[in-house]
């Protein structure tokens, strides 16, 4: 393992832009973990349940549950590229700040 | 050069192996069986010539384990498709809702949205802070020897509970869809994945799951656009599903007497709706839990985010992974409902129960059928695919298991890091040799065995165990060595525990009961039958009687040898007359058992290390400082 005790790791993580991207960033996926769990079982939850809601027909042989399943894929790649989205645009940015800081620091990459 | 002719060498062994004409019947017939034959020496051959190439590439262990950290993010994508989509969801999910319908597809989901779990909060970190292993990011920051035998005792559990069900598995659907005896299957897949796994480690096994993942997804999406020509897409083909006279037989069939006052199409509009399979909401939500933390903390998948750069590729390879198993299993639906009408339950049911046949058989049907050149094309084409998926998931399992052994437990624990890069290289060699025997081995010695459950297990341990430990070392600043060390004993033998004594698990007395009932019952009913026989008025009818006849006879013999096979036994494995616990799927009381213990054990344990390193743990997978030096060698 590369030596890291050369590292004031304290002072990276007391640093107020690790302070911000880390708040910002815990919240954001907690949130959507959340979300993403409870909107999946509620599919499960529906089908035992909520048989006769599932049962409704939306559009010709189409019912609810079909769509609700369907919605699952649907979602479920939202969730992925909106959080791909986020991360790609505030979350490496931020974090690249941080690490170009700690390389000059340092001496960068050996 | 040695290693590259073994590897040469091992793929003619099995080609030979597969060409012995020790055949029986499959669901391809004799006299197209060299047509499978033929696509899978190709499929082989590329994957063979792949070996050799990255047998030159492998030097050190990093090489091995992880592929040198050089797989890019939608190679890597491809791969942890390959790694996921297992026979059991391949053929599996597409016969569930080829005969039990809407459960059926509604089953697939959780195998997706379990990586939105993987994506959001394990596959960047782990990145950021891995080398090779699970037991790597929990050994960080905790006291790495405790930690890493625990971690790696977890890891083995459950690739081994996997593997079992694969090798057994796949034996079994081998035999039923070519007809090759299981054993001879058995040993070509071990022997296959050892040549693919041995010489070209990681590089080799990534490219085995890429190819594999490609011709499956090829595959479907052919089989689905003859599926829609014929029935129109979704609104037309879900019109033609209720319209079908098959899935209406099916569904009368599924509800016996409920079915009585309904209509035709009222019976085909109730195959689109929940409840024909799952009757147990709890144990559905149970596995859900499973599958839905438990694929974050599976070793096999895990390790894929080693083979990549950075946190942006890892990310990128989940996204990836996400587009082609969710698209996948929305091409199920049409799978499994096209072999509903086009091949129909009964004709799937009658080749295996279970339903595995159900694409194989559409694939065969669509080309033109039984006698046609390209059905058993077709057919050849996926029965390959289905080898193919065996060997490429075994071969991950293999790797994960194989460096938990090595790298973990040999190097980390015995030698204490005090080894050399080659001695690192011959540890890994040796020690996937060793798990790809003992893989043969209980491959053949669990022949029989109804494993299906075992993949189950693998997710709940998974979920009970790994996953927690792995979330609160990462996310948690008071978790430490203790809680790690409890959350991985209590996750662990909970979810076993919990299986031991569930409904999976054989209970001779409950079986012998039921068989008797039969026994006693079938004298009388035989005999009305048979006089039954003798009254139909005409040939249609006395058909008819004669199949319920020959039905209840079968039964008969059926409860007979229940009760022979059973004799003198009363309680099941662990001395059980009947289940103490109601679920099959034990993560709904296990994953928070597992959560609270590593919790517990954290709280009631001292430990100055793990608090020291959380700052730089916490930073580094945060933001990936030195990660991509960790890559640079």
Known sequence: MADTTQYDWKAIVADQRFHALHRKKMAFLWGLMVFSVVYYFLLPIGAAYFQDLFKIKVFGPVNVGILFALSEFVVAWGIAFYYAYKANAEFDTAAAEIVMDVEKKYGGRK | MSSRRFALAAGAIALAAVATPALAQGAVAAKWQWLTFAVFGVIIGVTMFVTYLAAKRVHSAADFYTAGGGVSGLQNGWAIAGDYLSAASFLGIAGLISIWGYDGFMYSVGWLVAYITVLLVIAEPCRNIGKYTLADILAYRNNPKATRIVGAISVITVSTFYLTAQMVGGGVLVKTLIGIDYEISVVVVGVLMLGYVLFGGMVATTWVQI?????????????????????????????????????????????????????????????????????????????????????????????????????????????????????????????????????????????????????????????????????????????????????????????????????????????????????????????????????IAIGIAAKGQNVAHLVALAFAVAASANFPCVLLTLYWRRCNTGGIVLGMIVGTITAI????????????????????????????????????????????????????????????????????????????????????????????????????????????????RADDMWDELYARQNTGILAAKAVAH
């Open chain 2, 211 to 439: 190819i594999k993942a490609v011709l499956l997804v090829t595959a479907s999406i052919v089989l689905v656009i003859m599926v829609w020509s014929q029935y129109g897409f979704f609104g037309d083909f879900l019109n033609n599903v209720i319209a079908d006279p098959k899935i209406q037989a099916r569904v009368a069939q599924i509800l016996g007497d409920g079915a009585k006052n309904m209509s035709p199409t009222e019976l085909g509009t109730r195959f689109l709706e929940p409840g024909l399979l799952f009757k147990a909401p709890i144990d559905q939500i149970s596995l859900g839990m499973a599958l839905v933390f438990g694929t974050a903390g599976l070793p096999h998948i895990l390790m894929r985010f080693f083979t990549v750069p950075t946190a942006q590729a890892a990310r990128k390879s989940v996204i990836w992974a996400m587009a082609i198993i969710g698209g996948f299993y929305v091409l199920t639906l049409f799978l499994g409902m096209g072999s509903a009408m086009k091949v129909g339950a009964d004709q799937i049911r009658a080749i295996d129960p279970g339903g595995n046949m159900a694409a194989p058989l559409l694939a065969q049907a669509l080309g033109g059928g039984a006698d046609s050149l390209l059905g058993n094309f077709m057919l050849a084409f996926v029965a390959a695919v289905a080898f193919a998926t065996i060997v490429a998931v075994v071969a991950g399992l293999v790797l994960a298991a194989a460096s938990a052994m090595a790298h973990d437990l040999y190097v980390g624990v015995i030698r204490e890091e005090h080894v050399t890069p080659q001695e690192q290289v011959k540890a890994a060699r040796i020690a996937t040799v060793i798990v790809g025997a003992m893989a």
């Open chain 2, 497 to 608: 525990a919990l299986v031991l004594v569930s409904p999976n698990m054989t209970y001779p007395k409950a079986l012998k009961a039921a068989a008797q009932k039969v026994v006693d019952a079938s004298p009388a009913k035989i005999e009305k039958l048979t006089a039954d026989l003798a009254a139909a008025p005409d040939d249609a009818a006395k058909a008819k009687v004669q199949k319920t006849l020959t039905g209840a006879e079968k039964d008969l013999t059926a409860a007979k040898g229940t009760l022979d096979k059973f004799k003198g036994d009363e309680t099941s494995l662990v001395g059980l007359e009947k289940p103490w616990f109601e679920l099959r799927n034990p993560g709904i009381i296990s994953i928070p058992l597992g959560f609270l213990s590593v919790i517990l054990g954290s709280l009631l344990y001292r430990d100055k």
